[in-house]
């Protein structure tokens, strides 16, 4: 049963313009939203997170929007640039006094493509 | 500032070897551990995390180990590796201040692993 869901596995998006990476989960517990940006044969990094009291959270060029009645987040790049182009997970994690050991669960990934 | 060290950073091995693998945290205490693997193509799949030394929880039955023989540092270990066992091997860590914890795990730079 996968409870995170990344329904694109590949996006190419044209640079200067935006990019919007979807995910949508099952588990209706899920109280923290996470996006990790991953280059090949390198570690993710941690990006940007939403908690669920909140729709939206901006950082710098990065926004993410969470909307909890369709159990769905998106990742926003404005603009996109050719940096960019990477693989982006998305994670969620239920309250942490629920979760033993704070674990995450991780979508299978959307490579995304900026081409200059 | 805390940083995350995995080694060696590729390792070739032959059916039926041993594996150990090292990762070890520098800058924070006490942290949750985890091992991730991420087999081609595919998304991170959890191996093993760890709330404290000696304390390991397994999450998917197979024939790898972990251990914590110190605060800050996790260990991966296989008696004989399989074929299956080839793939992007990460190690990461999250602050483990209990419920005021956050929420955000940091990886470290991966072990690639072929198994022939």
């Known amino acids: 049963d996968q409870q995170v869901k990344q329904n694109s596995p590949s996006l190419s998006v044209q640079e200067g313009r935006i990019s919007i990476l979807n995910c949508d989960y099952t588990?209706?517990?899920?109280?923290?939203f996470l996006w990790y940006k991953k280059y090949p044969a390198e570690g993710p990094t941690f990006l940007i997170s939403?908690?669920?009291?909140?729709d939206k959270n901006e950082d710098g060029r990065f926004t993410v929007f969470l909307n909890k009645s369709a159990k769905h987040l998106s990742l926003h790049i404005v603009p996109s640039q050719p940096g960019d182009s990477a693989v982006y997970f998305c994670?969620?994690?239920?309250?942490?006094?629920?979760?033993?050991?704070?674990?995450?669960?991780f979508g299978q990934g959307t490579e995304l493509s900026v081409k200059p | 500032s805390q940083t995350i060290h995995q080694w060696p950073a590729t390792l070739v091995q032959p059916v039926g070897s041993p594996l150990s693998l090292e990762c070890t945290v520098e800058?924070?205490?006490?942290?949750?551990l985890y091992w991730y693997r991420q087999a081609a193509g595919r998304g991170l799949q959890l191996l093993f995390y760890?709330?404290?030394?000696?304390?390991i929880s397994s999450e998917v039955p197979q024939n790898l180990s972990a251990s914590r023989p110190q605060d800050r540092q996790f260990i991966l270990s296989s008696k004989k590796l399989l074929l299956s066992d080839s793939g992007f091997y990460l190690c990461?860590?999250?602050?483990?201040?209990?419920?005021?914890?956050?929420?955000?795990?940091?990886f470290g730079p991966g072990t690639r692993l072929t198994v022939t």
């Open positions: 994670a969620a994690s239920t309250p942490l006094e629920y979760n033993q050991g704070g674990k995450l669960i």
């Open positions: 588990n209706s517990m899920f109280d923290y």
């Open positions: 990461a860590w999250r602050r483990g201040s209990g419920l005021a914890g956050k929420y955000e795990q940091y």
């Open positions: 800058g924070t205490s006490n942290p949750n």
């Open positions: 939403i908690s669920s009291i909140k």
């Open positions: 760890s709330v404290g030394i000696g304390q």
